[in-house]
């Protein structure tokens, strides 16, 4: 299992995915390299893949529109890998 504990910002959440997630060098650090990573990631694992976000209430309270597009990103990638599996926890 993998746990990646989000920031009060987008920009501390999607550096959190980056240092927990051990990220290459070229992560741009916005919600398309996000999404490339994590389908790089789900492409590639062997057998299931567990992601936990954990600690999302402050983003969603401060920045609803950002958790809105991580929510649908996160969304989007475990529906297109079906061993790639997403808890969002809401703390």
């Known amino acids: 299992m993998h746990v990646v ?51 999302v209430a402050e983003l969603a309270r401060d920045d609803p529109f950002a958790f809105a597009g991580l929510s649908g990103l996160l969304g989007e990638v475990a529906s297109a890998h079906p061993r790639f599996h997403v808890t969002v926890v809401d703390r």
């Open 5 to 55: 504990h989000a920031g009060p910002t987008k920009e501390a959440t999607l550096a959190a995915f980056a240092q927990a997630l051990d990220f290459p060098a070229w992560f741009g650090g916005n919600l398309d390299a996000l999404a490339d990573c994590l389908g790089h990631l789900a492409r590639t694992a062997e057998g299931e893949w567990e992601l936990v976000v954990d600690h």
